[in-house]
């Protein structure tokens, strides 16, 4: 495998058949097994600033790389997904928004989808100090590309410093809600300090990308192990040219 397979996951639990958004879904009992045949098959499960080093040739990239990304802290993230991953010792980064906090996930309703809970700080906190990253998934969900210069550099910049206020930590990460993005967000995610910021682009992360627009592929309601390994090794979509940032 050339490159780091990072996947991207939303809920983690025990959903109906999901007819639309079936990317924000995944049944706890496929991703157990996924976990199951990552730790037996050797695959490399890597944190995102490991990965990140391994992107700029500063450690050589393990055979197998995977990064696990979570969006949005859903509070099922740490009912399903954490006991399976402290089980595989296994790290993973999960994307939190400064604004949601503890609340429900209320831009769902607009698709009529259930509003699931987000996980409030002190379960961040206590998921940090367990050995799970925490990164910015913005202030409020906003498609970033339609928004305003302002608007994008705020959406960056003080989801980052909420993050860190509540958390204690740095945020040295972002996610791009809906995965848009424009070179006005890349900008502004370098401007801010991020170190990654990962996309919806299906594709494998390599050398040659930003690390401020790293592809993802995501792991749907209906994928099987088949299928995962599948997205993993064979699939990758035609890159988009890459975002042209202006030299600081």
């Not at 780091?4 to 983690?12: D, E, G, N, P, S």
């Amino acid at each position: 495998m050339t490159g780091i397979q990072i996947l991207m996951y939303h809920q983690i639990g025990d959903f109906p058949d999901m007819k639309t958004h079936r990317a924000t879904y995944c049944d706890h009992r496929r991703f157990a097994r996924q976990m199951a045949f990552f730790k037996l098959g050797g695959y490399n499960v890597m944190r995102m600033s490991d990965a990140l080093r391994a992107l700029r040739g500063e450690i050589p990239i393990p055979p197998r790389a995977v990064v696990l990304t979570f969006d949005d802290a859903y509070e099922n993230f740490y009912e399903y997904a954490f006991p399976i991953l402290q089980q595989h010792e296994f790290p993973a980064i999960v994307y939190a928004l400064s604004d949601f906090l503890g609340k429900p996930a209320q831009w769902l309703a607009n698709d009529g989808h259930p509003t699931p809970p987000l996980m409030d700080a002190p379960r961040l906190r206590q998921l940090h100090k367990a050995g799970i990253d925490i990164g910015s998934h913005s202030v409020s969900h906003v498609r970033l590309a339609e928004q305003s210069t302002e608007r994008i550099h705020l959406e960056m910049t003080q989801s980052k410093r909420e993050l860190e206020n509540a958390l204690g930590i740095p945020i040295d990460h972002f996610c791009y809600p809906y995965g848009s993005h424009d070179t006005r967000a890349v900008e502004a995610a370098a401007d801010a300090g991020y170190l990654t910021g990962v996309t919806c682009e299906r594709a494998t992360a390599t050398p040659e990308d930003d690390p401020l627009t790293l592809p993802r592929k995501a792991v749907s309601w209906g994928d099987s192990l088949i299928g995962v390994l599948w997205k993993m090794h064979m699939k990758n979509a035609p890159k988009h040219p890459p975002i042209r940032r202006s030299v600081k």
